[in-house]
């Protein structure tokens, strides 16, 4: 089955930092693209960040940028997203998902991406 398990989220105080894994199994980890999402309560999903582990090509909202990492370790089929200096605005579900050829394929950009697979969501919270 192919699936994507995710870990890390937690409470933290601003300032702080917390590390999310997303593992994948069932499907070849370099032919799909990984994207990070999060969701609030009440307000449309963003994207945060991306990573082609094919190439390593990455990607950041703005929001983010310098202050989030993302990466990849093809040895374990695993993405993480380093988050650092978190900020009480970046409270939110964060759910990972992958994108393969085709779906990505009429893609504008990898926010626009027809994501194959999601992970189940973990909550992170920042406190003031």
């Known amino acids: 089955e192919e699936q994507l398990v995710q870990s890390g989220g937690g409470l933290v105080q601003a300032g702080g930092s917390l590390r999310l894994s997303c593992a994948a199994s069932?499907?070849?980890?370099?032919?799909?693209?990984i994207g990070w999402f999060r969701q609030a309560p009440g307000k449309e999903r963003e994207g945060v960040s991306y990573i082609n582990p094919k190439d390593n090509t990455t990607d950041y909202a703005e929001s983010v940028k310098g202050r989030f990492t993302i990466s990849s370790d093809n040895t374990k089929n695993t993405v993480y997203l380093q988050m650092n200096s978190l900020k009480p605005e970046d409270t939110a579900t964060y759910y990972c998902a992958a994108a393969g050829f085709w779906s990505r394929m009429y893609g504008t950009n990898w926010n626009t991406f027809k994501y194959d697979y999601w992970g189940q969501g973990t909550q992170v919270t920042v406190s003031s």
């Open positions: 069932g499907f070849t980890f370099d032919d799909y693209a």
